[in-house]
Nanobody
Framework: QVQLVESGGGLVQAGGSLRLSCAAS????????MGWFRQAPGKEREFVSA????????RYAESVKGRFTISRDNAKNTVYLQMNSLAPEDTAVYYC??????????????????????WGQGTQVTVSS
């Protein structure tokens, strides 16, 4: 089992920044690809960003590319999402996810997302205009 706990969400004005953290415990963190997903009110959960086990490869949704940066510290069992130039459309609950299978984290499609082994409880991000 892997336990994931997100933190760092909050209320920010448009144009501001937030840094989300996801602390993992349980099994060996470096065995897992990690991802960030989000779910806005009335919408389905969507892919935001992903990072490989070593941190050597990353992927971003088009909507956040150039504004968000994913990173991880395997020594601290933590993955981060630095979010800059936030906009009201970024308002959502942000979830951290972990899986040892690459496609489940990186493909960003609902069939693969439904197979993801581990999810955090989510952290609310609200961007005011």
């Amino acid at each position: 089992q892997v336990q994931l706990v997100e933190s760092g969400g909050g209320l920010v004005q448009a144009g501001g920044s937030l840094r989300l953290s996801c602390a993992a415990s349980g099994r060996t963190f470096s065995n897992y690809h990690m991802g960030w997903f989000r779910q806005a009110p009335g919408k389905e959960r969507e892919f935001v960003s992903a990072i490989t086990q070593s941190g050597s490869n990353t992927r971003y949704a088009e909507s956040v590319k150039g504004r968000f940066t994913i990173s991880r510290d395997n020594a601290k069992n933590t993955v981060y999402l630095q979010m800059n130039s936030l906009a009201p459309e970024d308002t959502a609950v942000y979830y951290c996810a972990a899986d040892s299978v690459y496609r489940r984290i990186f493909y960003g499609r609902r069939p693969e997302m439904s197979e993801i082994d581990y999810w955090g409880q989510g952290t609310q991000v609200t961007v005011s205009s």
